[in-house]
């Protein structure tokens, strides 16, 4: 049996152009589709990440989505390496997204913290500076949230 575990969105401040990312609270997208997603499925240990690819079918949305478990498995072990994730129009074309997890007290990732918006402002020479910052913020509110 297949099953989809998605991202819930409680929250976001809205910028102030014409053209944004909007995400509406109760809104909600395929972890494999979305940058906090991809961020979560980081902070599985390996069994319950492998559970989650065996189980899930990767639905495609547009043609840059992670729809092949060894694409996935790739890009998890990068998000890893680097700290945050990056959707690179993967759930709707023309958007990207760079997401961190958020940990609670025991470690796990319970939540995360992204910067989304149209491609054109957030490009390629940017996704790094952009990850450090997503990084540092879910850092401090994991710290507050009792992580160590």
């Known amino acids: 049996m297949h099953r989809v575990l998605t991202t819930l969105f409680v929250s ?3 910028s102030h152009e014409t ?10 997208s395929p972890l494999h589709a979305s940058g906090i997603g ?8 390996e069994e319950r990440f492998e559970s989650f690819v065996r189980r ?3 639905t495609s949305f547009t043609d840059k989505t992670i729809v092949n478990a ?13 700290g945050y994730s990056f959707d690179d129009e993967e759930r709707t074309t023309g958007m990207r997204c760079v997401a961190a997890f958020i940990s609670n007290g025991y470690g796990e990732a319970v939540a995360g913290i992204s910067i ?5 402002r957030l490009p390629d020479d940017r996704i790094r500076e952009i990850g450090a910052r997503v990084v540092e913020a879910a850092r401090e509110v994991s710290r507050r949230l009792g992580a160590e």
């Open 116 to 120: 989304s918006g149209p491609t054109p």
């Open 12 to 14: 976001q401040v809205e």
């Open 56 to 58: 899930t079918h990767l």
């Open 70 to 82: 060894d694409r996935l498995r790739e890009a998890v072990r990068q998000i890893r390496r680097q």
């Open 19 to 28: 053209i944004r990312a909007f995400f509406p609270p109760g809104a909600s």
């Open 38 to 45: 991809k961020a979560l499925l980081s902070g599985f240990d």
